[in-house]
């Protein structure tokens, strides 16, 4: 049974930094590719970022040169660094494993002053 549980979300000031955590259990993960999406209230869910297991990065273009996917391997951890957040960044943001498509529960990120 593969498990994604996110950590890290919260209130945070615009041009403020959060950092999220996605705790992967099961076996392989470092073969897997594995992504961030976020969800805001009305909207479609979108793909943040992904990042491949060898660590190769790709973003959307919203977020590019603010937000930063990281994976460490030997933890079975992913996260995202996100900085000089903007409150269009509020969402709900889930992590992903593409293989068989596991999602987790998500984690709120708000930014408002």
């Known amino acids: 049974q593969v498990q994604l549980v996110e950590s890290g979300g919260g209130l945070v000031q615009p041009g403020g930094s959060l950092r999220l955590s996605c705790a992967a259990s099961?076996?392989?993960?470092?073969?897997?590719?594995m992504g961030w999406y976020r969800q805001a209230p009305g909207k479609q869910r979108e793909r943040v970022a992904v990042?491949?297991?060898?660590?190769?990065?790709n973003y959307a273009d919203a977020v590019k040169g603010r937000f930063t996917i990281s994976r460490d391997n030997a933890k079975n951890m992913v996260y995202l660094q996100m900085n000089s957040l903007k409150p269009e960044d509020t969402a709900v943001y889930y992590c992903?494993?593409?293989?068989?498509?596991?999602w987790g529960q998500g984690t709120q990120v708000t930014v408002s002053s």
């Open positions: 990042i491949t297991g060898g660590g190769s990065t």
């Open positions: 099961g076996s392989g993960f470092s073969i897997y590719v």
């Open positions: 992903h494993r593409e293989f068989y498509s596991y």
